[in-house]
């Protein structure tokens, strides 16, 4: 069954700012990533194996180096097959200006789409250190209202030390 399920959480916007000045300290909004004008995503490796997707010519961005300078957070998308086919079908998947399932993206005319995966998803953003407490983390996503598999789910998290110990919140 094709449904649509997510525009990815942290892949939206993350945004960490500190205490003491508000500043941004790093950021994804996905605006800075250059557009394919295909909107399907097609896994070419082992599906069997669970591994890291790979950029495809002339396909949605996945894996994106961030931009120091810029403190733009770079990503990586990971996939475990749970359901047969996974994105070896072609899927609507990684960074799109194609707007079709949310109306607008938060921070402008890009997001990132995950659409019938028919498996295990991770975006895993680059690692931040922040030396002072964190403020606030922001965090915007979309989930279409549609028919969901009793396997569905979807988990957001940040990981970290928090009094130098590992934390998952």
């Known amino acids: ?3 649509s399920f997510l525009l990815i959480g942290a892949l939206i916007s993350s945004t960490l700012f500190s205490y003491a000045q508000i500043d941004t300290i790093a950021f994804s909004s996905f605006e ?4 394919n004008e295909s909107t399907i995503y097609v896994d070419t490796l082992d599906i069997e194996n669970p591994h890291f ?3 495809n010519e002339g396909q949605p961005i996945v894996n994106y180096q961030g931009q ?5 957070l770079g990503f990586q998308s990971w996939f ?8 070896s079908d072609g899927d609507v998947f990684g960074v799109t200006k194609v707007k079709n399932t949310v109306g ?10 995950a659409e019938d995966t028919d498996g295990t ?6 690692t931040v250190y922040i030396e002072q407490e964190v403020a606030d983390i922001r965090l915007d996503y979309f989930l279409k209202q549609t028919t969901y ?6 988990s957001i998290f940040v990981q970290g030390k928090i009094n130098n110990i590992d934390s998952t919140i």
Do not use: W
């Open 149 to 154: 598999e009793s396997s569905d789910h979807i």
């Open 80 to 87: 475990m097959d749970n359901r047969g086919g996974g994105l």
């Open 121 to 126: 998803i991770q975006v895993i953003f680059d």
């Open 68 to 72: 120091n300078a810029k403190q733009q």
């Open 53 to 55: 997707l790979n950029n």
């Open 32 to 35: 800075e990533i250059p557009i």
């Open 1 to 3: 069954m094709k449904k």
């Open 104 to 113: 607008e993206f938060a921070h402008g005319k890009q997001g990132f789409i």
